[in-house]
Every structure is written in C-alpha cells, then in structure tokens.
C-alpha cells in the first residue's frame, strides 16, 4: 500500500528525479525539495502522507527536520542517506523516523520501504490514536493520556474541529464561531490564538501536533477527534 501524498527532500537532483519518477509510476502524487527551508516554506510542509528525507541538506540539518515534523505529522519518515554509522542510525530513529536505508539504494528498495512503513502504520488501532474533547470540564485529551486544559476560545475552536471530521474548517467559520471580525484577522489575532492553543498543546504532550495552518483557506485538525 503506498501514501497519496509524499515530499522528497534532497539535494542530489539527479537521484530526486530517478526517484520521483519511480514513484510517480506506481500511483504516488510527489513533491520535491532540495533544501530545507524551502520545504518548511511550502503553504502546507505537514500535509503529506509520506517523506523521504536526506540528512546533509543545505538550510536545515536533516536530523533536525526529523523532529519538526515529528512534532506536526503522524506521517510515514524514511530517511534514505549516504551517512552510515551505528550512531547516525540511532540520533534519527530517535528523532522520529520510522526507517533508514543506506545510499546507494535501488528505487525498488525504496518503494518496499514505504510499503512497510505504511502497512505498519495502517495496523494501528485508530482509536489509540484519537484525541478526545471534554467539552464538561473544558480539556483535550491526547492519545497519550495527556490533558490540555483549554480556555473558553481554545475550546470553541476545537468544538469547531470535531464538526469539521478532519476536513479544513475556513478562517470566516473561526471567527463567527468566536465572535470576531475582519480586523480581528487583519490584526493578527487568529494566527495568535491558534499559535497559542499548539503551543499549549505541545507544552502537555511529546506526541505530534495535528493542528496545522492550511495557508491562505484555514486550519486543519488531521487527526481522529470526537467529543467525549
């Protein structure tokens, strides 16, 4: 089984395209990116269903990256690097990533890597990965067990993501559920109010973030969320 989505970030261009095309052959919508920062840049980096990561890219250490998104995605990591090292595996599975090949590989290789990694990620029982609203006493619970308590705007906010079941859910819906207007967006406000519910989020749990910015529509909660 292989992802809809999936990013490359490598700088070898000669690899990305064999690769890539590769992938493209066998169904997958890829996206490439030879730096880092280029990648973080895109209207939505933590949107794609898989990625393959090299660790020497320029703008951002790869093992770096790893943990970003780690902290944003639930979405299969492959890092595919020419540094081989009994250490270097350890830092990233560590980081986050769900496997390690050595460079050279075969595009083969790599497509039954992705497989492995999603067919394991797809035995997981959804409802260990659900996060859970009380809406009673105002706290989010996360698969960890760990408890967000939310403000009164933080809990309409995530009433308005469980309606939404994982669809984008528009700024103008935000802000008439919480009773604002055009210059409170204008200003800022929105971004600075979802800014600080991750940040509230990311303080209670190690586990990825799914509240995430679609650039220029919304914001999304791309992860299993009902109301308790």
């Not at 081989?84 to 595996?89: C, H, I, V």
């Not at 994982?166 to 406000?189: C, H, I, M, N, Y």
Request: proline share 5%; net charge neutral.
């Amino acid at each position: 089984m292989f992802p809809k989505t999936l990013t490359l970030i490598d700088d070898d261009q000669v690899y990305v395209d064999g690769l890539a095309s590769y992938l493209r052959g066998e169904g997958i919508v890829v996206s490439t990116f030879a730096d880092g920062r280029d990648f973080l840049a895109h209207p939505d980096p933590y949107g794609f269903n898989f990625y393959i990561a090299d660790l020497m890219l320029p703008g951002i250490d790869g093992t770096e990256l790893i943990k970003v998104l780690r902290m944003r995605t639930n979405a299969g990591v492959l890092v595919v690097s020419g540094r081989a090292s009994a250490d270097t595996f350890k830092e990233v599975i560590r980081a986050g990533a769900d496997m390690y090949l050595t460079k050279p590989v075969v595009f083969e290789q790599v497509a039954l890597a992705i497989e492995a990694v999603q067919r394991r990620a797809s035995a997981i029982d959804p409802i260990q990965s659900m996060w859970r609203l009380d809406g009673r006493v105002g706290q989010l619970i996360a698969p960890d067990g760990a408890v967000v308590d939310l403000s009164d705007v933080d809990r309409t906010l995530i009433e308005c993501f469980v309606k939404a079941n994982g669809e984008v859910v528009p700024r103008e819906t935000l802000l008439a559920q919480l009773g604002k207007t055009a210059d409170f967006e204008a200003s800022g406000g929105l971004n600075g109010t979802i800014f600080r519910l991750r940040r509230r989020i990311e303080r209670a749990t190690p586990g990825a973030v799914p509240l995430q910015t679609k650039s220029g529509v919304g914001y999304v909660f791309r992860a299993p969320l009902r109301m308790m």
